[in-house]
């Protein structure tokens, strides 16, 4: 059935001045041209991008402050350095990612050429989600651009202020119509996804990822899904408690729990909780001090909407820790639920908020099944000393990505591909993975005469 955190997409009940067709059309015409196949127009535009970044971050930071109560320092950190460090790492592997590799000849063939041609798709969409406003729009934004791509980019509605900011910014920095930005909520991009594109790159709910796959299926269109879910932290009574607690309630609070990859739940038996509940306490002491709603490192719920859906996912289980809401500020107590079972509320979807459910298991071997009686996560933590304990925990689970003592981290490394499986996804970026989504390969072969 439809996804809850799909329904609050608003209406933002704006007038479009230009139509998507008109802006698709746009895009096509300048990728027709060939511009864009220029590895010296690249460069510049990824120059001004980082350009862009660099001259408007107080504007930035305001706007995702705006939007989500992101600390600066939050914001540098997973918004705008993530998006300069891979801007920056696509222009120096853009002559090396756009030439043709050369394919291996057997002897026959010696004297003949045979290449694979990195070709760019054409018009590429990139559809942003509002939790991390600036790196999910202009992360792909910019591999695409890279690639050789014209692109439209939508922003989430949701984070009105980082759209709005986009939507003004973009047009000053780069090639007006290679590169354009369309607003808009349902309505509108309803009416976008109608067009044809050549590459889709969405990023956002498994419901609405239907609606894109759809609209993508009636032009064959290829496509990324970058989807979320419940991701499951299991807790073997080998780890180290302190590390553990610390590693876990920094995943959850960060961003107040609105996070792709953010540890949904946890499974451990109980006296592995008793513990846990006594360590957390004493991390999100440390943290955010006796009052969070007080700390300036604390965000707040993005939407009316969603900080009514999360509330009331307060009623499931007991709570050990926290509780507390304020509707006036959309605020959120960091929270522990405790004797939480698989059929309760806050169990049927991913929580999207810095709610920490922990469901009671006697061992592994439950652990493993209930993982798996549920959709495939994007991502899976283990907190294990127990080598053994991980490794069968790994064996018989599928998710997008395993991250073991520790959470969220494993996206920092460029050299790991980011994406789901099943339900949280289909195709991944990130890094060297980027240079393959946005080109298709032809191949060349050129036989001696
Ligand atoms: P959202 O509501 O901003 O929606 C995403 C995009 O879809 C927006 O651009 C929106 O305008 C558009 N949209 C919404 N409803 C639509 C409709 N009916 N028809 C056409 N377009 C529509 O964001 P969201 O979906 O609430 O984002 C949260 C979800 O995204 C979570 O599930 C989270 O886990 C996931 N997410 C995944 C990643 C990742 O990289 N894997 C990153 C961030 C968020």
């Not at 970058?226 to 309630?249: F, Q």
């Not at 499931?316 to 500020?329: I, L």
């Amino acid at each position: 059935g439809p996804n809850p955190v799909h329904e609050l997409s608003n209406n933002t009940g704006k007038k479009m001045t230009t139509t998507p067709a008109e802006i698709v059309q746009r895009a096509r015409t300048a990728f027709e041209d060939g511009r864009t196949k220029s590895l010296t127009f690249r460069a510049r535009q990824l120059k001004n991008l980082i350009k862009m970044l660099e001259e408007n971050e107080t504007e930035m930071l305001a706007a995702v402050k705006k939007d989500l109560n992101k600390s600066n320092m939050e914001s540098i950190l997973t918004e705008i350095a993530i998006v300069k460090n891979e801007t920056t790492s696509f222009l120096d592997n853009l002559k090396e990612w756009a030439s043709p590799e050369k394919a291996a000849k057997p002897l026959v063939n010696l004297t003949d050429d045979a290449l694979i041609y990195k070709d760019p798709y054409g018009v590429v969409l990139v559809m942003g989600a509002w939790n991390y406003p600036i790196q999910v729009a202009l992360l792909p934004f910019a591999a695409a651009i890279a690639a050789g791509n014209a692109v439209v980019l939508k922003p989430s509605e949701i984070s009105e202020a980082t759209a709005e900011f986009l939507n003004k910014a973009i047009p000053k920095y780069l090639d007006n119509q290679c590169y354009q930005v369309m607003c808009g909520g349902i309505p509108e991009t309803t009416e976008l996804l109608k067009e044809r594109f050549d590459y889709i790159f969405y990023t956002g709910n498994s419901y609405v990822a239907r609606i894109v796959h759809t609209a993508a299926n009636k032009h064959l269109t290829p496509l990324t899904l970058e989807l979320g879910g419940k991701s499951p932290v299991y807790i073997d009574k080998s780890a180290d408690m302190d590390v553990t607690a610390s590693r876990i309630v920094w995943g959850k609070c960060i961003n107040a729990g609105q996070t792709c990859v953010a540890p949904d739940y946890i499974l451990c038996n109980k006296e592995v909780e008793a513990k846990f509940v006594e360590a957390a306490k004493k991390v999100l002491k440390k943290f955010y001090g006796e009052n969070p709603q007080q700390s300036n490192d604390y965000c707040r719920i993005v939407s009316v909407n969603h900080f009514k859906r999360i509330s009331k996912l307060l009623n499931s289980g007991k709570v050990a820790v926290g509780g507390k809401t304020d509707s006036q500020e959309k605020y959120i107590e960091p929270t522990i639920l405790i004797d939480v079972t698989a059929t309760d509320t806050v169990m049927q979807e991913e929580i999207f908020g810095p709610i920490l459910p922990i469901v009671s298991v006697n061992d592994v071997n439950e652990a493993i099944k209930f993982i798996n009686s549920k959709e495939k996560p994007l991502a899976l933590y283990i907190f294990s000393n127990n080598k053994e304990v991980t490794d069968e925990i790994i064996n018989r689970t599928s998710s997008g990505g395993i991250c073991v003592n520790d959470t969220i981290m494993h996206l920092s490394l460029p050299s790991l591909p980011f994406g789901g499986v099943g339900e949280s996804g289909m195709g991944c970026y990130h890094g060297d993975a980027v240079s393959t989504v946005f080109r298709e390969e032809a191949e060349y072969f050129e036989k001696s005469a």
